[in-house]
């Protein structure tokens, strides 16, 4: 069994962007520059939106944060972004989710323009991903992918499930696991037989919101484990989705959590505002 080590593949990433952004400012003058929209107080928002800004300044861009209070009305947050699609100094808009309750997080990723949208959530980018011809990668699953290709996983002709189906993570990494030639399971909350259906895959991505949830006897004997989940376990602390002691002996690959998946997903924000920048300054 060998654990895929997030970190260290997260850092051959930012390190390969921190070069590329060195060369657009030698060569043209031109720092990438990232704005992060933060609404109201929640500590894992803090959390993601302090790594996000943290990596900015490793791999060499400008970072603006917009820290609004809970309070802040749906035309303010709309006018914000209108003037961030504005600024050319700005080359990608990252809007922390979950927003308070009474705002349309829907309505105001369709604000974003498609070209700064580096979360790749705007429905412009989330159809270019399913028609395979994109510009922005989905940042969780593209690290995902990321992963595999660093370990020299491969996914063609694999039988991969994965487990859930949100926007974010479930159906976009779907569609880069089937983009790779692998045959594509998605399982939900309405599955039937879902240990089954796990038991026989390939490659096992969790991506549930349920600490523990993946059990062994849902593993195949030698399958690559994937565990997106960032969960709390019954003392608090950070755990996935996998019961990673108990299904890790099964695997030929697993991720940890912390340090498995979730340093990719900021890795590949960075690869994305960098390739905003470009394309923004029609490079
Ligand atoms: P989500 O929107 O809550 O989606 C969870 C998915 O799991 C849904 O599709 C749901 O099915 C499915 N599900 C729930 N209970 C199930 C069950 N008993 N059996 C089978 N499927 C079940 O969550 P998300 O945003 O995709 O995030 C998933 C996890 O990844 C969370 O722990 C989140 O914190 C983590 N995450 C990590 C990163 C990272 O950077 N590492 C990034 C994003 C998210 P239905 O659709 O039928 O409800």
Same mark, same amino acid.
């Given at each position: 069994m060998q654990i895929i080590d997030g970190k260290k593949v997260s850092a051959l990433v930012k390190e390969e962007v921190k070069k590329q952004t060195l060369e657009l400012k030698e060569q043209y003058g031109i720092t990438p520059g990232l704005a992060v929209v933060i609404v109201g107080d929640d500590p894992a928002s803090r959390v993601y939106v302090n790594n996000k800004k943290k990596a900015c300044e490793l791999v060499g861009f400008k970072s603006e944060e917009f820290s609004l209070p809970a309070e802040t009305t749906q035309e303010e947050l709309l006018n914000l972004v209108k003037t961030l699609n504005e600024k050319k100094d700005i080359n990608g808009i990252l809007v922390q989710l979950p927003l308070p309750e009474h705002l349309d997080d829907k309505a105001v990723i369709e604000a974003i323009n498609p070209l700064k949208d580096v979360d790749a959530f705007h429905a412009v980018n989330v159809g270019? #991903? $399913?028609?395979? /011809? !994109?510009?922005?990668? &989905?940042?969780? &699953?593209?690290?995902? $992918? /990321? $992963?595999?290709?660093? !370990?020299? #996983? &491969?996914v063609n002709g694999k039988n991969c499930v994965v487990i859930g189906r949100s926007n974010i993570v479930g159906k976009p990494m779907a569609m880069l696991l089937l983009h790779e030639n692998g045959t594509v399971t998605i399982c939900h909350s309405c599955t039937q037989n879902l240990a089954e259906i796990c038991s026989k895959a390939d490659i096992l991505v969790a991506a549930v919101g349920k600490p523990k949830f993946v059990t062994a006897d849902m593993v195949k004997e030698g399958a690559v484990v994937i565990d997106v989940g960032m969960d709390r376990d019954e003392n608090g602390k950070l755990c996935g989705d996998v019961d990673f002691e108990n299904v890790k002996d099964k695997c030929s690959y697993i991720t940890p959590v912390p340090g498995g998946v979730g340093p990719m997903t900021v890795a590949t924000l960075m690869k994305n505002t960098l390739k905003a920048a470009k394309i923004q300054n029609n490079l």
């Open positions: 270019k #991903i $399913m028609l395979g /011809e !994109y510009d922005f990668m &989905p940042c969780t &699953p593209a690290g995902v $992918m /990321e $992963m595999l290709h660093s !370990y020299n #996983i &491969p």
